[in-house]
């Protein structure tokens, strides 16, 4: 593979907290086309990372190339119009509109078009089409008229997750996408993120090891801050190293195992 195979690469990639480092020197490469999750226990440095290659923190050292392309000064919009967008926290979903209204707005978005211009969508029936067909895609038609903010918690996170779709991002970014969510709606998103990775390039940050298991090819495992154990699930998963991580007998000496 060279550089462009990669959608995204970090090189020596690191986070210092006032001397403390959250990530350190960390080289992770996220394959064009791959659905690849970040694990690890408690305080590994997951979400540091993730907020680092969505440009959301500022590295201390380190780079972070998109497409084989030097990516490090852009801000997290400049990374959005690459096509890299990371859910849920970015996603806006407005509580006071109906999901049809949410996914017209996330649909208008990238034009540019205000939201307090959302009556322009009835002049514009592609929008409405294409969020018609986004609720069927996500299971939301029974919700079309249900204000948002009125959705039960997993439905919102489907929605959230719609409207982060409706960008056609080609690199999706999800940290802990099962979090708080009951078995039937695991199973759900599961489903809909398996579907949304086709296609596209999807990283995960996630708790949840069944899902883990089912979703993603590649799967880095983190500990103190740098990568412990990279490869399939079974892989990582038979390594005794990652197992004592987890049950809290790494010391840093074992973090290379
Ligand atoms: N803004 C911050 N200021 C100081 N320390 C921080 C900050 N953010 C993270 N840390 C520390 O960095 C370490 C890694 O945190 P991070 O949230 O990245 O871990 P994580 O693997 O995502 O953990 P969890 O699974 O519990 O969410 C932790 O020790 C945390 O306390």
């Known amino acids: 593979m060279n550089n462009a195979d990669y959608a995204l690469e970090a090189k020596g990639l690191s986070r210092e907290f006032g001397g403390f480092f959250a990530v350190r020197s960390v080289d992770f490469r996220l394959a064009r086309g ?7 226990p408690n305080g590994a440095g997951k979400t540091t990372l993730f907020n680092l290659l969505t440009k959301y ?10 497409d084989g392309e030097d990516v490090t000064p852009l801000a997290m919009a400049q990374m959005a119009q690459r096509g890299v967008v990371r859910s849920f926290q970015i996603s806006a979903v407005f509580s006071g509109l109906s999901v049809r209204q949410n ?7 990238p034009a540019g078009i205000a939201w307090n211009l959302l009556g322009l ?3 514009r029936p592609e929008v409405a089409e294409r969020a018609n067909a986004l609720m069927h895609q996500f299971g939301l038609v029974e919700y079309a008229d249900a204000l948002a903010g009125n959705l039960p ?7 959230e997750l719609a409207t982060t779709l409706s960008l056609e991002p080609k690199v999706l970014l999800l940290d802990e996408p099962m979090a708080g969510l009951g078995r039937e709606d695991i199973g759900r998103i599961t489903d809909l993120i398996r579907a949304a990775g086709k296609g596209r390039t999807l990283l995960l940050v996630e708790h949840n090891m069944k899902v883990v298991a089912e979703l993603a090819e ?6 103190r801050g740098e990568i412990l154990a990279e490869g399939s699930y079974q892989e990582v998963s038979s390594r005794s190293d990652v197992m004592a991580a987890y049950t809290g007998q790494t010391g840093a000496g074992a973090a290379h195992g």
């Open 103 to 109: 996914l017209e707005l996330a649909l208008l978005r």
């Open 34 to 40: 791959s659905i690849h999750a970040v694990i690890g």
């Open 218 to 223: 590649r799967i880095t495992v983190m500990v």
């Open 153 to 159: 918690y997993g439905r919102k996170r489907v929605l």
């Open 57 to 66: 923190l500022a590295p201390s050292a380190g780079a972070i190339l998109h």
């Open 121 to 123: 969508v009835s002049r």
